[in-house]
């Protein structure tokens, strides 16, 4: 069974950083693209980035390039983004996403989410 | 990057069959067939109906299908139940090797 727990969200202040972690299980984790796209409260979804499953290539939404980094570490099935320079519209619900193994604009499996509050 | 446009809201009764659009550009909906479609219910992860315009993961009912026809895509749902309200997400793939979503549209079943 396909499992995606994400950890590190928290309260953080304005240009502050912090760093997400999505720890997956149930399927090869270097085989697949990884994602996270984020939620505000009450709002819609947004993509922030994707990585390829070997590490090789990423993708950043513009409202993150140059502040955040994804990463991963295959050989501890775990996904990472790097957030720096935080701010206010940051504030949301962050997801770990996995792809099939065909297409990385697809996300299949979900993890349930770690909120990220930028607040003084 | 802008977002896709859906309309805010739609409703049907059950057993009906209701259709949600999702317009972009020629720059990503229209481009490619990457489009895919998200259900979220209140609390709860997106879940994926549809991927690739018209492809069902193994587990997605039927009754859910996707087309798209020029810079529009649209999902269907045939034989409209009850779990079925729930908001719905369209996404794309974009010509900047970026993904987008649509705003969402809320589903009621009356």
């Known amino acids: 069974e396909v499992q995606l727990l994400e950890s590190g969200g928290g309260l953080v202040q304005p240009g502050g950083s912090l760093r997400l972690s999505c720890a997956a299980s149930g399927f090869t984790f270097s085989s697949y693209s990884m994602s996270w796209v984020r939620q505000a409260p009450g709002k819609g979804l947004e993509w922030v980035s994707t990585?390829?499953?070997?590490?090789?290539?990423?993708y950043y939404a513009d409202s993150v390039k140059g502040r955040f980094t994804i990463s991963r570490d295959n050989s501890k099935n775990t996904l990472y983004l790097q957030m720096n320079s935080l701010r206010a519209e940051d504030t949301a619900l962050y997801y770990c996403?996995?792809?099939?193994?065909?297409?990385?604009?697809?996300?299949?499996?979900w993890g349930q989410g770690t909120l990220v509050t930028v607040s003084s | 990057q802008s977002a896709l446009t859906q309309p805010a809201s739609v409703s049907g009764s059950p057993g009906q069959t209701i259709t949600i659009s999702c317009t972009g550009t020629s720059s990503d909906v229209g481009k490619y067939k990457f489009v895919s479609w998200y259900q979220q219910h209140p609390g709860k992860a997106p879940k994926v109906m549809i991927y690739?315009?018209?492809n069902r993961p193994s587990g997605v009912s039927n009754r859910f299908s996707g087309s798209k026809s020029g810079n529009t895509a649209s999902l269907t749902i045939s034989g409209l139940q009850a779990e079925d309200e729930a908001d719905y997400y369209c996404?794309?793939?974009?010509?900047?090797?970026?993904?987008?979503f649509g705003g969402g549209t809320k589903l009621t079943v009356l």
């Open positions: 996403a996995k792809s099939p193994v065909t297409t990385w604009s697809a996300l299949d499996y």
């Open positions: 690739d315009v018209n």
């Open positions: 996404s794309s793939y974009t010509i900047s090797t970026t993904l987008v």
């Open positions: 990585i390829s499953g070997g590490g090789t290539n990423t």
